[in-house]
């Protein structure tokens, strides 16, 4: 399962960086939304490695409201959650 949800993430990057912001924006951003908030620490650990592809079409108001989900990951309570957080935090810096 570990390996399935990592390939599925890698895909979904690839799919996010061909796609237009506008079309980022209304999709792919509430998808990734909906895994941070998600009961299960294995949506949180795919939206750990997703953020960093929303965040350069996200609109510069909203960057901040991003980053504080990011960080909620990088605390949560499952530590394969902020392991998912802190490998993928190289993304998100080169995304700043």
């Known amino acids: 399962e570990t390996v399935v949800r990592a390939k599925a993430v890698e895909s979904l990057v690839q799919v996010g960086k061909a796609m237009p912001g506008p079309l980022i924006q209304e999709h792919f951003a509430p998808l990734v939304k909906r895994l941070a908030g998600g009961e299960f620490f294995t949506t ?7 953020i960093a592809t929303i965040y350069p079409s996200t609109p510069v108001p909203q960057r901040p409201q991003l980053r504080k989900q990011y960080e909620q990951l990088a605390k949560d309570d499952m ?3 902020r392991s998912a957080a802190f490998a993928h935090m190289p993304a998100l810096a080169a995304a700043m």
Do not use: E, K, W, Y
Request: aromatic share 0%; hydrophobic share 60%.
């Open 44 to 50: 949180r650990i795919s939206a750990a490695g997703l």
């Open 79 to 81: 530590p394969m959650v």
